[in-house]
């Protein structure tokens, strides 16, 4: 076991270095769209690793994941507009502890008594009241939005930067969100992860083990909505918008189809999903009124030719190639 964490490690950061210096690389050589696209790209990911943490290794399903999405963008915009002084790390966190406290509550009340569907409608109504509430609060900009969400001066002691300049905001958020899919890469292959994984296959036999599984669940939940709510505060000032739409249903569904359509027994499977989404949504961008039917068939096709997503289906080639060769044991799919 030692010997496959320390392949499946040194296989992912070699992944994610080379993934991270394009990112890093990209406002050199690429115009401003195309930036934005990207930006926007790390912070979905993010978006779709912590989903995943839940339904890839708990089993629990959440229709309702953008509710923390929004809790953490407008409570950091909120903190932000009424203290302007606060340094950024303590707004941000602020929003993500904010966002952990609901999804502890949430939890606490809903773990104990629903679980499967129920769970994932009781998610969707969160969501739903969640989005009611932003559209008719006037502090909060109501169907308009909350507006006017600036980017902050990061003050590190020795050096001042603002992240209002060039691409500072960019590499900024690139970077936390670097150190947010490592923190989902940790939990997700070290104990932690495996008393998860343990919960999603059988949790009858878990709990007959001794792995309380109402307070690991409750873990992952809370783990993966305070991720998104740092995820929701770095997106207020990278749009300087925020609309009550980022709590909708259908803002929701995008973690689901990230996961889905790159494969939810990888780590890297809301990744690849996340960015096969994006080059979908840029490339069908002109056709008005034809991108939503080209993107949602694209979809449904790779679901349906590769149910374990892109991933899933180039693991069982790999696996049906090696079986031919019989010279060569059978490997065992990429984790």
């Not at 308009?144 to 691409?167: C, K, M």
């Not at 890469?185 to 296959?201: D, T």
């Not at 979809?299 to 180039?314: A, D, F, K, S």
Request: charge should be neutral; include cysteine.
């Amino acid at each position: 076991m030692k010997q496959r964490f320390e392949t499946t490690l040194v296989r992912d950061l070699g992944i994610g270095a080379a993934f991270l210096a394009v990112m890093l690389a990209l406002p050199s050589v690429a115009d401003k769209g195309i930036v934005f696209v990207a930006g926007t790209l790390a912070l979905h990911i993010i978006f779709g690793l912590s989903w995943n943490l839940m339904f890839g290794r708990t089993g629990l399903v959440s229709f309702g994941h953008a509710s923390f999405f929004a809790i953490g963008g407008y409570c950091y915009a909120l903190l932000a507009r009424t203290w302007p002084d606060l340094h950024p790390f303590v707004t941000l966190s602020s929003a993500a502890l904010f966002g952990a406290l609901v999804a502890l509550l949430v939890g606490i009340i809903a773990l104990r008594r629903s679980l499967g569907v129920y769970f994932a409608i009781l998610s969707l109504a969160l969501a739903q009241i969640v989005y009611l509430f932003l559209s008719y609060i006037p502090e909060l900009g109501r169907e308009d939005g909350f507006t006017g969400i600036q980017r902050p001066e990061l003050g590190l002691g020795f050096v001042s930067i603002d992240l209002a300049q060039g691409d500072n905001y960019y590499y900024f958020m690139v970077l936390v969100c670097a150190l947010l899919g490592s923190l989902i890469w940790w939990v997700i292959h070290g104990p932690v992860g495996r008393r998860f994984k343990s919960i999603e296959q059988d949790p009858v036999r878990a709990e007959f083990l001794g792995i309380n599984v109402f307070a690991n669940r409750l873990a992952s939940f809370v783990i993966a909505s305070t991720v998104t709510a740092l995820v929701g505060a770095l997106y207020g000032p990278w749009l300087q918008l925020l609309t009550p739409e980022v709590a909708h249903w259908s803002f929701s569904a995008r973690p689901i189809l990230y996961a889905l359509l790159g494969g939810v027994q990888s780590f890297w499977g809301p990744v690849v999903g996340a960015i096969g989404f994006s080059i979908l949504e840029y490339g069908t961008r002109t056709m008005h009124g034809l991108s939503e039917i080209v993107i949602g068939a694209t979809l449904l096709v790779v679901v349906l030719l590769l149910p374990g997503g892109i991933l899933g289906g180039l693991a069982r080639l790999k696996t049906r190639l090696s079986a031919k060769r019989p010279d060569k044991p059978t490997e065992e799919p990429a984790e």
